[in-house]
């Protein structure tokens, strides 16, 4: 299966917000309101951030979120920190796969 | 606390097998609210799902790997496993086996383990 399609990079300042979209199509993203994403730091296991489009587990920060319009996701960050750079995924459930990710985008805090 | 943990060679010659093992602790494997899955991640690129087991038995694979995988479940260990076959330098990975909801929400993973495929 082709998986989502994510910018390979982005990058804002400290204090900015900045949006990452992942962009599938009607037999996942615009299918399914089961849109993950997952934050991934060098060296370390992914990390959930958003889970079901636009729902925040416990412990993650407010300065996270996440929506869908159509076939196209997206995770915000608004106040960015230097923490949050870091590699970003997107995931969808799938009527054909089960499950497919995005390719990733790499987050750069200038 | 949950935690997963991979077990298994880290060196794999081509044309073999690759096989892997992950121990679950603080939780239980038949638990019938989860799905326990394996992920890989090629060095400097993207995450790839391998496919998911049900404490049951119950697989779901990826179609582009489908041929070459199995996924079991050993309940009295605890543990589940992969095995993916005939591997090439494209199955060099780090591999993260996964509690993953119906959903396919993860919230726990293992700390991953880097297998490379090399003569």
């Known amino acids: 299966q082709s998986a989502l399609t994510q910018p390979a990079s982005v990058s804002g300042s400290p204090g900015q917000s900045i949006t990452i979209s992942c962009t599938g199509t009607s037999s996942d993203v615009g299918g399914y309101n089961y849109v993950s994403w997952y934050q991934q730091h060098p060296g370390k296991a992914p990390k959930l951030m958003i889970y079901?489009?636009?729902n925040r587990p416990s412990g993650v920060s407010n300065r996270f979120s996440g929506s869908k319009s159509g076939n196209t996701a997206s995770l915000t960050i608004s106040g960015l920190q230097a923490e949050d750079e870091a590699d970003y995924y997107c995931s969808s459930y799938t009527s054909s796969s089960p499950w497919v990710f995005g390719g990733g985008t790499k987050l750069t805090v200038l | 606390q949950l935690q997963l943990q991979e077990s298994g060679p880290g060196l794999v010659k081509p044309s073999e097998t690759l096989s892997l093992t992950c121990t679950v602790s603080?939780?239980?494997?038949?638990?019938?609210?989860?799905?326990w899955g394996w992920i890989r991640q090629p060095p400097g690129k993207g995450l790839e799902w391998i496919g998911s087991?049900?404490?049951?038995?119950?697989?779901y694979y990826n179609p582009s790997l489908k041929s070459r995988v199995t996924i079991s479940v050993d309940t009295s260990k605890n543990q589940f496993s992969l095995k993916l076959s005939s591997v090439t330098a494209a199955d060099t990975a780090v591999y993260y086996c996964?509690?993953?909801?119906?959903?396919?929400?993860?919230?726990?993973w293992g700390q991953g383990t880097l297998v490379t495929v090399s003569s």
């Open positions: 079901e489009v636009s």
């Open positions: 087991i049900y404490y049951s038995g119950s697989t």
């Open positions: 603080g939780g239980s494997i038949s638990s019938s609210s989860y799905y």
């Open positions: 996964a509690r993953t909801e119906p959903t396919m929400i993860v919230r726990d």
